[in-house]
């Protein structure tokens, strides 16, 4: 049974829910990982129970201006976005995940540096932004989720899937992506118009 890092809805409102993108990251992060605000929940309970939000990385890979993007496949973990086109590469927290400091920022940014390497290969190097937080509480699988947007500026275009779920990965344009936005998932289409605006 896998068990995921959740934070109570009651928190996220009391820092002050929204619905689209917050670039207001660190007062979020800082609150919600702090000791005793978070803990695991069983994925299919979490799933099911939008009193609590599951904090998601979301991890967007940008090269010379253009975007990583991919069509999730049918062994996806999450059935709701299959056949979605994505532009991030996004991942639970789990304990495997933890660190010294137990449930804080090494747990958090561990969970990253697994989930990218459990589904993609990074050819050349990285630097790394926090930029924003993504939350849309319009649908089924938002309204249990809150994303965290790290966006990657790699020195390479080799990038490739290391898994079946991640299919047709591409760059693309942002004139590309804002042209399909219709056939994005929501939480990437929340991102592709924050980002054609920075």
Same mark, same amino acid.
């Given at each position: 049974?896998?068990?995921?890092?959740?934070?109570?809805?009651?928190?996220?409102?009391?820092?002050?829910?929204?619905?689209?993108?917050?670039?207001?990251?660190?007062?979020?992060?800082?609150?919600?990982?702090?000791?005793?605000?978070?803990?695991?929940?069983?994925?299919?309970?979490?799933?099911?129970?939008? *009193? &609590?939000? +599951?904090?998601?990385?979301?991890?967007?890979?940008?090269?010379?201006?253009?975007?990583? =993007?991919?069509?999730? !496949?049918?062994?996806?973990?999450?059935?709701?976005?299959?056949?979605?086109?994505?532009?991030?590469?996004?991942?639970?927290?789990?304990?495997?995940?933890?660190?010294?400091?137990?449930?804080?920022?090494?747990?958090?940014?561990?969970?990253?540096?697994?989930?990218?390497?459990?589904?993609?290969?990074?050819?050349? *190097? &990285?630097? +790394?932004?926090?930029?924003?937080?993504?939350?849309?509480?319009?649908?089924?699988?938002? =309204?249990?989720?809150? !994303?965290?947007?790290?966006?990657?500026?790699?020195?390479?275009?080799?990038?490739?899937?290391?898994?079946?779920?991640?299919?047709?990965?591409?760059?693309?344009?942002?004139?590309?992506?804002?042209?399909?936005?219709?056939?994005?998932?929501?939480?990437?289409?929340?991102?592709?118009?924050?980002?054609?605006?920075?």
């Amino acid at each position: 049974m896998e068990h995921v890092l959740v934070i109570p809805r009651s928190l996220f409102d009391s820092l002050g829910s929204f619905q689209g993108f917050q670039p207001e990251v660190e007062r979020y992060l800082e609150a919600m990982l702090a000791p005793g605000a978070n803990f695991f929940m069983e994925r299919p309970a979490a799933e099911a129970d939008p *009193t &609590h939000k +599951q904090l998601i990385p979301y991890s967007v890979f940008r090269h010379e201006g253009r975007l990583l =993007s991919y069509t999730r !496949g049918g062994s996806s973990g999450e059935k709701r976005l299959v056949a979605k086109r994505s532009i991030g590469i996004g991942g639970h927290i789990n304990p495997v995940d933890q660190g010294q400091d137990q449930m804080g920022r090494a747990m958090y940014f561990n969970s990253i540096e697994r989930e990218i390497a459990e589904e993609l290969q990074l050819g050349g *190097t &990285h630097t +790394q932004t926090v930029i924003g937080l993504i939350n849309d509480d319009s649908s089924e699988v938002g =309204s249990v989720h809150l !994303g965290v947007v790290h966006v990657f500026e790699l020195s390479s275009d080799d990038v490739k899937s290391n898994e079946d779920a991640i299919q047709d990965l591409r760059f693309m344009t942002m004139e590309e992506l804002l042209a399909q936005k219709g056939s994005l998932e929501s939480w990437s289409q929340i991102c592709v118009d924050h980002l054609a605006k920075a």
